[in-house]
Antibody, heavy 120, light 108 residues
Framework: EVQLVESGGGLVHPGGSLRLSCAAS????????MNWVRQAPGKGLEWVSC????????FYADSVKGRFTISRDNAKNSLFLQMDSLRVEDTGVYYC?????????????WGQGTLVTVSS | SYVLAQPPSVSVAPGKTARITCEGN??????VHWYQQRPGQAPALVIS???DRPSGIPERFSGSNSGSTATLTIGRVEVGDEADYYC???????????FGGGTRLAVL
């Protein structure tokens, strides 16, 4: 059974940093591209970033480019999102999601999310 | 930048057919994916590549895509189909994935 479990969310002040993790199991992690998607309270889905199966290629939404860094450790079946210079508008639930069939999209499995709150 | 437009809400009676649209410039030339998000839950893929149904998704869910509109159709709607639905594409020019704003389906 495919499982994705996010962790690392919490309360942080504006300008602060957080590192999110996503533990993957039930599939060959090193063969899958991975995504981070977020959802502000009461709002829609926003794609944040993706990383290729090898980790050699990454893409970012304009809203986070230069502040967030996606990475992965295929030996530990783990995905990460390093979030720096956090802003109030970065508040929301962050989901990790697997890209189907080795591609980036569609996202066929999702974790339950971890809540990030940026507030003073 | 590329924009996907969805109606904020759609209402349908139980047993009827619901159609949720996703409009974008020449969207018919792109692959569209649809996600269902029930209240308090993570999103779930319901239609991929315009019209493919992932394993476990009922045949009542179907999709089409042509011209400037992609459509998610839900036949014989049930109360359990009440959820937010999002369309998604990959924009190769910006190297971004994009979601539509989402449509709340109400089953009245």
């Amino acid at each position: 059974e495919v499982q994705l479990v996010e962790s690392g969310g919490g309360l942080v002040h504006p300008g602060g940093s957080l590192r999110l993790s996503c533990a993957a199991s039930g599939f060959t992690f090193s063969h899958s591209a991975m995504n981070w998607v977020r959802q502000a309270p009461g709002k829609g889905l926003e794609w944040v970033s993706c990383i290729s199966d090898s980790g050699s290629t990454t893409f970012y939404a304009d809203s986070v480019k230069g502040r967030f860094t996606i990475s992965r450790d295929n030996a530990k079946n783990s995905l990460f999102l390093q979030m720096d210079s956090l802003r109030v508008e970065d508040t929301g639930v962050y989901y990790c999601a697997r890209g189907e069939g080795g591609g980036i999209l569609p996202e066929d499995y999702w974790g339950q999310g971890t809540l990030v709150t940026v507030s003073s | 930048s590329y924009v996907l437009a969805q109606p904020p809400s759609v209402s349908v009676a139980p047993g009827k057919t619901a159609r949720i649209t996703c409009e974008g410039n020449n969207i018919g030339s792109r692959s569209v994916h649809w996600y269902q998000q029930r209240p308090g839950q993570a999103p779930a893929l319901v239609i991929s590549y315009d019209s493919d149904r992932p394993s476990g998704i009922p045949e009542r869910f179907s999709g089409s895509n042509s011209g400037s509109t992609a459509t998610l159709t839900i036949g014989r709607v049930e109360v359990g189909d009440e959820a937010d639905y999002y369309c998604q594409v990959w924009d190769s020019s910006s190297q971004h994935a994009l979601f539509g704003g989402g449509t709340r389906l109400a089953v009245l």
